[in-house]
């Protein structure tokens, strides 16, 4: 038997391929650069660590030791990706600055609100010393914004990872928007003779 399916595209079937085209597209075209590669991977190791002694999870003193108890591996799982986002986008975005012309001083501190966002968000500030300093600075409000932090950790996180895959689509769409070619029927009579 053979099925009748009708075999085109709905729009947002078209549009979700032309973001994914576009992101794949800028992965390349950023990736195929060992120095980006070495950027984004020394960005996500050094957020790794700090994440990592953040929660109290790595410590450097008096011996180097990880510990990873069992009700810390959906945070440390979300500090993972959020330490290898962080790195993809920063890369990004300093490749997107090194290689625009038309780059305003104002646009390029909206490139990295996304990664500062997702940075801030995703560290527990009640379980680390960061309460402490917050306890400290704001007093009461401080008190209120530790219990906040603690008790809303993953949501948080989540809203950080989803913050830094806005940020990484955004800077693909930017990179990819430029390489757009638009012809006009003039332009195409003109390939056909």
Request: charged letters at 10%.
């Amino acid at each position: 038997m053979v099925s009748n399916r009708n075999t085109t595209k709905t729009p947002v079937k078209q549009s979700l391929t032309q973001s994914l085209g576009s992101i794949l597209v800028s992965v390349k075209l950023v990736f195929s650069h060992w120095a980006y590669i070495t950027l984004a991977g020394t960005i996500a190791a050094i957020f790794w660590i700090i994440f990592n002694v953040f929660e109290q999870l790595l410590f450097f003193y008096p011996i180097v030791v990880f510990y990873l108890p069992e009700d810390a591996i959906t945070g440390f799982i979300f500090s993972n990706i959020t330490a290898i986002l962080l790195g993809m986008v920063v890369s990004m975005n300093v490749y997107v600055l090194k290689h625009s012309r038309d780059v305003k001083l104002r646009s390029a501190t909206s490139f990295f609100s996304g990664s500062s966002i997702g940075v801030l968000s995703s560290t527990c500030a009640s379980c680390s010393s960061l309460g402490f300093l917050l306890v400290s600075t704001l007093g009461g409000a401080g008190i209120t914004l530790s219990t906040i932090f603690s008790n809303y950790q993953i949501p948080l996180r989540l809203l950080s990872i989803a913050l830094l895959v806005w940020a990484y689509y955004s800077v693909s769409i930017r990179l990819t928007r430029g390489c757009k070619m638009v012809y006009s029927e003039s332009d195409s009579k003109k390939i056909r003779d």
